[in-house]
């Protein structure tokens, strides 16, 4: 080792929007390289995904999970989606699979 502390690099989340065709796009920066993550279909698979999960948990009917989700939960679960995302790529080996520099 030549004495020189190397430092860890990590990712940042830099924008978040959604193109016309309804797709996340996710932007991340890690060093100096910026890449995106397309999530097409996103808003159906986090509700899908939550819905899922409380009616195992909780054991909601679709009408008690929908009452939950549309007092105001939307937002906050793709929210924290895209942060488990970033979260993903803050890995050196799964950043590299991204690929897609821009």
Same mark, same amino acid.
């Given at each position: ?7 860890? @690099? $990590? #990712?940042? @989340?830099?924008?978040?929007?959604? %193109? *016309?065709?309804?797709? *996340?796009?996710i ?11 397309? =999530?097409?279909? &996103?808003?159906?698979?986090?509700y #899908? ?5 409380c009616?195992?948990?909780?054991? =909601? #009917? ?7 989700? %549309?007092? %105001?939960?939307? +937002? $906050?679960?793709? =929210?924290? %989606?895209? &942060? ?5 790529? +803050? +890995?050196?080996?799964? =950043?590299?699979?991204?690929?897609? $520099?821009?």
């Amino acid at each position: 080792m030549n004495g020189l502390a190397q430092k860890k @690099l $990590s #990712t940042k @989340l830099v924008n978040v929007e959604e %193109n *016309l065709a309804g797709e *996340l796009i996710i932007k991340m920066k890690r060093g100096e390289e910026e890449k995106k993550f397309v =999530w097409p279909g &996103y808003r159906e698979d986090i509700y #899908t995904k939550e819905l899922d999960w409380c009616q195992s948990e909780y054991g =909601w #009917t679709e009408e008690e999970f929908e009452q939950y989700w %549309n007092d %105001n939960r939307e +937002d $906050s679960e793709i =929210w924290c %989606n895209i &942060y488990e995302c970033v979260d993903v790529y +803050d +890995d050196e080996e799964m =950043w590299e699979k991204l690929g897609n $520099s821009f």
